[in-house]
C-alpha cells in the first residue's frame, strides 16, 4: 500500500495526474488534477485499489481528502468514482460538516448521489468523521482549550475553532477571539 509519492507533475488531464518519481510516470486519478500546477514537485497522497482487471493510483492534494475518500468508499453503494465526484465538487470541511450535521440537500448536489445515497452516507458515516489533527498546539491554545471546555463548550465544537486562532496573541485575546467564533 502506499500513502503518497512526491514528485514532478509531467501531465494534468480532465481525470488524472501524472507524476513522474525517479524516471517513472505514475498515472494518479485525483479529484480536480487542476489544482495542482504542471512542472512543480508535489506530495501526492495515494490510495490504491486493486481489483480483478485494474490496479488504479487515486490522488489528493491533503491527507484529510484522502482520508474522507476512504470513509465515503466505505459506504454502500459508494464507489471510489462517486467519491471523486463528492471531493471535485466541494472541501473537505463543507462535505465533512454536512454528514455531521445530517444535511442531505447539501450531499444530493454532488453528480450521481441522490436521496437514498445522501441518507446511507449520512446514517454510515455520522460522528465517525474526525481527522488525525497534526497541529501543534501552543500552551496559550490549550488555555483556550481548558478554559471553553470549563464554560461548557463541547470537543466537537472547539475542535473546529481552535485552528482558525492566531497562536502568536496572547491567551486572553485567544479567549475572546474564540468566545466571538463561538458565538456566530
Given amino acids: 500500500m502506499y500513502n503518497y509519492i512526491k514528485g514532478n507533475i509531467t501531465e494534468i488531464n480532465p481525470n488524472y495526474i501524472t ?3 525517479n524516471g517513472i510516470g505514475y498515472q494518479v486519478i485525483t479529484p480536480n488534477p487542476y489544482a495542482f500546477i ?6 501526492v497522497y495515494l490510495y490504491q485499489k486493486v481489483s480483478e482487471d485494474n490496479i488504479s493510483l487515486f490522488g ?8 474522507l475518500f ?3 468508499i466505505s459506504v454502500n453503494g459508494i464507489g471510489p468514482k462517486s467519491a471523486n465526484a463528492i471531493l ?3 472541501s473537505v470541511e463543507s462535505i465533512a460538516d454536512a454528514i455531521e450535521d445530517g444535511n ?6 454532488f453528480p450521481g448521489i441522490g436521496p437514498k445515497a445522501s441518507q446511507q452516507i449520512i446514517l454510515d458515516l455520522k460522528g465517525k468523521i474526525e481527522f488525525e489533527d497534526t497541529t501543534i498546539k501552543t500552551a496559550n491554545l490549550l488555555e483556550v482549550e481548558e478554559a471553553l471546555v470549563a ?5 466537537k465544537e472547539i475542535k473546529k475553532i481552535i485552528p482558525k486562532l492566531d497562536p502568536s496573541k496572547l ?4 479567549i475572546k477571539d474564540a468566545l466571538a467564533m463561538m458565538l456566530k
Fill in 88 to 90: 471535485a465538487s466541494g
Fill in 38 to 43: 504542471l512542472h512543480t514537485e508535489a506530495t
Fill in 19 to 21: 507524476v513522474e518519481n
Fill in 60 to 67: 489528493f492534494k491533503t491527507q484529510k481528502a484522502k482520508e
Fill in 70 to 72: 476512504i470513509k465515503l
Fill in 171 to 174: 491567551t486572553h485575546e485567544l
Fill in 104 to 109: 442531505a440537500k447539501y450531499l444530493q448536489k
Fill in 151 to 155: 464554560l461548557g463548550y463541547k470537543d
